[in-house]
């Protein structure tokens, strides 16, 4: 999560569910392409009270704390 806050930083890349997601997420949305049915990432074993439904979300909140930390 800290190198995708060091990406989104280099690259201008908002954080948002549109542009940030895991295939999960992905294969959800577009489900024509190979991600769809893929499963990773729904489970984050250090946070294993983290939903499965909102696993995006939190991979998108810690990857803004990151970025407020300034990481450069």
């Given at each position: 999560?800290?190198?995708c806050a060091e990406l989104a930083i280099k690259y201008r890349i908002p954080i948002s569910a549109?542009?940030?997601?895991?295939h999960y997420e992905f294969g959800i949305?577009?489900?024509?392409t190979s991600s769809a049915g893929k499963i990773?990432?729904?489970y984050i074993p250090p946070y294993a009270w983290v939903a499965q439904s909102d696993v995006g979300a939190?991979?998108?909140?810690?990857i803004r704390w990151?970025?407020?930390q300034q990481v450069k």
């Open positions: 999560m800290k190198l549109n542009s940030v997601m895991t949305k577009h489900p024509d990773d990432i729904i939190f991979i998108r909140a810690k990151y970025m407020s």
